[in-house]
């Protein structure tokens, strides 16, 4: 017989979840901001301590290896538990747990480590900017619909024979996302309802460490920044006059989701935001980043992303200023003649027109010239296209299907390989998993997990001949 689940120890504790954790930064942030926040105190003063359950996929060593100053985070984090203070009317317990995929098919599979408890039971379950490393709609679709399958039955562990305390589930993703990866399906595939949206805001403390990341190399993600993304908060349906009582009470989820993340709820109490004094201190914060640029006013916090900074706006427009130079005496027309579009004003047909020689250069390279000059994603080949069946009745001349997300299998290897599919891919080959390597490039060997993006690698790959 499984074990009860509960939320803490005693039921005493409010349980925060915090899954792929790349750095630790957002776990670290989050806990400061929960000891010294009064706004969530006040919120949940009925409860003895929070107990934040801070967690990465990586293991240990590859977390060291990815972020040089993850052992820095983490000793910062650890620093902040008071378990030692229970008696004294502590805050906070933290624990830190790796090798932690967010995705569990189900609650007696168990992929965790032995030292985290299998019937613990989280009240709030966060996850900030999932990506698997690929740019492939379709699979962060059936990705989002493992997600919540393991969020409901796993992490919030809610059904009909526990308690009434709602479990919230926090995702924030790049915004576009939620209508390409159709989250909402998936949510509601699940038995979860969107609660509330609002623009992510990472903890708001003074001095902060998070930084938003590539999960594949550490690098930052500076094409898609946390100012862009939204935080979407998901609570577990029960039933139909369930549903109905929350629609009725405005203030409930979003007071509780505004105690969590220190956001004010200006359309409900009518007071000032205080964003001002938050982007006094930001702007403070980035004053003393160690590398500036010698060209514009702006300074980071590594120099790689200094160099990336200075390459992709500066050099970006010298370059451009240069073929104004050109083209103030000149005409200039970069035209594919082995492209034949129709102009939108005029409706004829002619050659297709770029800005410059360089986005030629590398149209040419990508359709025309390249070493492959045919690339289609994996949907335009029939064989490829996965197929959904919401009837949950698998085709005849299938193996089955995936009751999680629909996807029907052609074969007993499919299905093996079914959720390999959601582990975040690493392109280099000392971290990748062997199971996963499928393609690689023939003239710098990085590996890859699908046949397209091995080929659109290859016509640029600055090795190849």
Known sequence: MSEPSTIGEGGNEVSLLVLGDGDFSYSLDLARHLVTSSTVS??????KLFHLVATGFDSLEALTSKYKDSNFLLTKLRGLDQSDMAAKGSVLRVTVHHNVNAIQSSPSAKQLPGIFPSHYRHRHVVFNHP??????????????????????TVWLGIGP??????????????QGQFERWKCQQAAERHNMVLADSRPFRAPQVDNPYYHHRRHQTGKSFASRTPDGSVTYTFRQRRNT???QEHQQDDTTTPVLVAALLDLELNATTGRDDGHSGDSKNIQQNKDSLPFPCPHCDKRFKEERSRKCHVKAVHENKKRKRAQEDITSTTTIIYACNLCCIQNPETGTNGPRIFQSAQALEDHNKAKHFGKHDTIKPDWFYPTGAPVQNENHKAEEDSYGFCDICGLVFPDAKAQEDHEKQFLPWDGSSASSDEAQVKFQCSSCSKQFRDLRAQKQHENFCLHSS
Request: a negative charge; glycine letters at 4%.
């Open 241 to 243: 006059n369930s549903d």
């Open 42 to 47: 006040s919120v949940y003063k009925s409860e």
């Open 161 to 174: 024979k526990q308690d009434d305390d709602d479990g919230w589930f926090h995702l924030t993703l790049v």
């Open 131 to 152: 990506h698997l490393g690929t740019e492939d709609a379709a699979r962060h679709a059936r990705f989002l619909c493992h997600l919540f399958h393991s969020v409901s």
